[in-house]
């Protein structure tokens, strides 16, 4: 039976976070009346004209750079015609033969291209239909006609439907780090296409491929990406050809249906906007993008692995997710006792709470580890600790000793307590006695209860194995 | 009242700085000359009364035409075409807005053939526009009612748009002085587009200095037209009246054939005017020139169907009755709101960007404008201007050409390569032929309209050209 390898390659358009349009003076739109974002330019009035956003090209550069990718020295705007009620002028202003930024790499996932071009604004379809055909009437809402959007298209280099749910969340956590987009998918700051074939594996020719549109979040993106390479591989197997077309994913059926078959492909007729000189970053441009790049994701889950020593998965944790990273960064402690703290403050305040505003200041985690790394506390104790930090704030020492939760060292006292829960818990000592050194757990709980936790358990059970003599 | 509508427009100025006349009599003369045009050369007219005019303004309260296609706020500007009927738009061209800064009010719109696609203002939506030198004639275009509207003396100065020869060509047909800037000099925000790397605003009028006293008020970097340049320096107005030491070229492919004997006549007779004045006439070669026209012809169709694409019925304008679904409203609409000669350019165009035909029609016409352009700074190695008659014949009859549009596209045949280029060109006015104005184009590298003005404003006065039929009339 035939082995089968998915090729995958994405395209994703970002809406970049820019204080106004991308060839006009509107601010951008979050959720204003229909149409007040708007103005003479970005609503195609006769005689207005475009001018490029600044903003919008310092952030392509940022992500060019940050990427990897080429920057051209001189990109051109193009004009994409099409005839739609979402584009005021019925073009588009994209770009086409010469991108802002070429080629790049992010993760194990080589980049094909970013360029720059305006949103289109939003249809909304009144009647049942809820589609144009059919529709009592359609109304446009041209505040989000404008926006700047950057597309980043990948070379066709990711295999599993998994990988590009990943990819895309490294991509995600990568252009939130560089700030220059919401990237919401479920707001549709960050939209993803999936180009899907499949082939036999160790072929090296690329098959049919679809495109896959309105995977609008990580879940759906994998779960349409699923449902398309299964389906390709029914087809070739049942003998039969993939017809290269564009399938929407309709998350509530799961199912895939064809939008429009390649036939009835537009001719856009691209040319050069000739209402926009060419785009040449200056060396200062160059030099402010460069000067705005913070690390990024991908270096610094790196430079935890290396510098601290972490496991893989809490450091991939605490470098996608920077407001963690930065507060673990700031706990003066043993990297990956730090690291394993920081996991349990996230887990207390929850993944999206902001730890610097929290009351547990990183010189009061770094304390507390400081007391349970000397044994001045268990862990457990420690924990306890924590919840109070959580809670309260404060001293992790004050707060050992107005709850009493330093541990008992090894003395008299313990052994004393440890005597008497062998005495009380024959059966088990027995067991033990008689080899069974996994017995003692009734023991070592006696002894937790009767100390309130402040028992170190290894001295416990040291003080066991001596008096049973085993 | 009669002698403050004679003057040139600097002349106004001088006379309403110096306190000799008055603005309002200025506005309220004009406004009635316009009111009472007979040769429909206006649009819209203001009917408001003389509005206070700050004296020391540079253009001194002298009230100023402006072509249908400028929008300006509140004003009807439906660029000739019945697909932009009583479109009034809610911000003002930057052109516009700078000469009223400039204390140039705005007297009236001017017709023009929709869109700017045309040679004689018969393509307008709102009736053909009449030459004042002869009714039954028209007066040129695409800005023939800008042209039309000064040569009659119902304005004493205008603006209008020169794309292929717009400017100049109806300039020379009614006898007066038009002014194609380098492309870039003018803000091009607010004008409808036609075809945005060719289209250039400038000024018509009656001499020479008040053209460079127009252009010098609108012209200058616009933060809202990415092509806009900066000019190198400010526009004078023109002294000279010599041509001691100026070397004007005579291209060979554009003075001679197709040309009219008496517009060659009255050109050959102004060389002979220039060398008294000191100037050198040699012939020079600007090999790729008779390519221009089918270049132009592929370009400025290609960029038109693009930028008319908006004209849908969904946002302004005219929107065709009854439509059943959207595909049939835009098609409803477009049938109905554009004339006959835009759809050809709009088919003309999309053909040219088609998949598949892109290199061989858009990709090779770029490429003949880059020679062309090579062409023309070869021979400012050699000429400080080229001359050439501005338009093949003098002003025909109406309806003669509207049936052949390939005859009709000829009337550019001198002043495209100039636009292909992006090179300034002027006409003025060098004679009669029949009774009727000849046209004479001077060209000059791009910024160079100082010398360009200056040595227009030489042969003008030794011309001595008499650019006011009403007068006479």
Redesign the interface.
Known sequence: MTQWEPVIGLEIHVQLDTRTKMFCGCALSFGEPPNSRTCPVCLGLPGTLPVVNAQAVHFALMMGMALGCEIAPRSIFHRKNYFYPDQAKNYQISQYDIPICSGGRLGDVRLHRIHLEEDAAKLVHLGESGRIHGADASIVDYNRGGTPLCEIVTEPDIHSAEQARDWLNLLRVTLRQLGVSDVNMEEGSLRCDANVSVRPAGSTELGTKTELKNMNSFRYLERGVTAEIERQIALLEAGEPVVQETLHFDPASGRLSSLRSKEEAHDYRYFPEPDLVPLVPTEDMIGAARAALPELPADREARYLAEFGLAADPARLLAYEPQWGDYFERVDADGKAAANWVEQLRARIGADADPAASKVTPQALAQLIGLVGERTINAGAGRQVLDALVAEGGDPAAIVEREGLGSMGGGDELAGVVAAAIAANGDAAEKVRGGNAKAMGPIVGFVMRETKGRADGGEVGRLIREQLGV | MSDALSLTAAAAAARVRAGDLDPAELWDGYRARAAADDHNAFTWVSDAGAATVDRDAPLGGVPVAVKD???TQGVP?Q?GSRI?EG?R???T?TAVERLTAAGAPLLAKTNQDEFAMGSSTENSAYGPTTNPWDPTRVPGGSSGGSAAAVAAGSAPWAIGTDTGGSIRQPAALCGIVGLKPTYGAVS??????F???LDQAGPFTRDVTDAALLFGAMAGKD?????SVGLPGPVELPRRTDLQGVRLGVPEELSGEGIEPGVLASFTATLDLARELGATVEPCKLPHAPHALSAYYLIAP??A??NL????G???GFRADGAR??LHM?TETREQGFGAEVKRRIMLG?YA???GY?DAY?GRAQKVRTLISRDFDTAWERFDFVVTPTAPSVAFALGAKTDDPLAMYLNDFCTVPMSLAGIPGISIPSGLSEGLPVGFQLAGPAFSENALLDAAHALEGAIGFDSAPWRTA
């Open positions: 296609l400028f929008a500007s660029a932009l479109y738009p809610p911000y061209a091009r925000y607010g004008m409808i587009a075809a945005s790397s933060k809202c037209d990415s092509t290609a960029e169907s693009s694409a908006r004209y849908d969904v946002r302004y679904d959207l835009y999309t960007l088609s998949s892109y858009y």
